[in-house]
Structure formats: C-alpha cells, structure tokens
C-alpha cells in the first residue's frame, strides 16, 4: 500500500470520524432544537409543499410508513403539526404545521442562514460546493459499504478495499 493511501485512511480515521460526531452534535444542538432529523425533514417538506397525507409523506422522505407516523405523532404532541380531514375527501387525513411549527421552521432558516454566512467568511463558496459534492460521494461511497458489509466480519479491511477501489475510480 502506497504511503498516500495509508495516509488517506490514517485522515479518515481521525478527521473524518471526528468532523462526523462534530456534526452529530452540531445538528440536534443549534439547528434542530432537540427533534430529530426526520421530524425536521418533516417540518421542512411541510412548510415548502403544505398540507399533505401521512402516505405523501413517507415517498417524499423514502422511509417506512410506521416510522413516519411515529415521528408525525411526537410532533403533533410537540404542537408543531396538525391533522385535520381533507378538504374534498373526509376519509384522508391532512397533516399540516402548526404556527410554531412554522415558527422553527423559519427560526431553522434564520440559524442555517446565520452560520452559512459565517461559514463563508472563512470559505469560498467555490470551496463550500467542493466540499458538498466531496462529501455527497462519500455518503454514496458509505451507502455502497453498507450494502457490502452486511454479514461480513472484518469491517476495517472491507474499508480499505472499498476506500482504494474509490480513489482508483477518482
């Protein structure tokens, strides 16, 4: 193994694994106030396309139906949605936000707009696309190693195979 690689991995497990509990904190700390990220994507769906079914919901987040009725339950307790009989069909349920949803939802905005403007008095935006569209291959890149590890024993290597196999590619 070249000395570039192995620095490569040797980065990976010390950068990569700190910046990605780095964001694992950041997130449900500053910007989604103690929900979690599936009822943040909910409260954002609603908030972009308005009322919608629980069954509209769950193709637009590609989650199971269960879990998207789970997390709908919590934040109507929370208050931030509604349900309320579609308007033409009495049979279908609408799910909509409530005013304090709709009030995280533009606090959200605010806090995303807020540290993105910090973020870009230390980064380009150049940069900042870079670092989106690296990032975006190494979620898909994760994606593949999940699928590939299932029911493997040795994590670490399959890691250093997929990892090699993606930097020959690039």
Known sequence: MTDNIQNVIERFQD??????????????GRITKGLSLEQHKIIKILAEEGPLQNSELTQLLKIDKGVVSEKVKRLEQLGLV??????????????????????????????????????????????????????????????????????????????????LNEMKRS
């Open 15 to 28: 950068d990569l694994i700190y910046l990605s509990q780095s964001f694992r904190e950041f997130i449900p």
């Open 82 to 163: 509604q349900k309320a009989n579609h308007k033409t069909d009495k049979r279908k349920v609408q799910i909509s936000l409530t005013e304090n949803g709709t009030a995280i939802f533009n606090k959200f905005n605010e806090d995303i707009q807020g540290f993105v403007g910090e973020v870009l008095k230390i980064v380009e935006v150049d940069e900042l696309e870079k670092f989106f569209s690296v990032l975006l291959r190494i979620v898909h890149l994760n994606n593949r190693y999940d699928r590939k590890s299932s029911g493997k024993g040795n994590e670490i290597e399959l890691l250093k195979e997929v990892t």
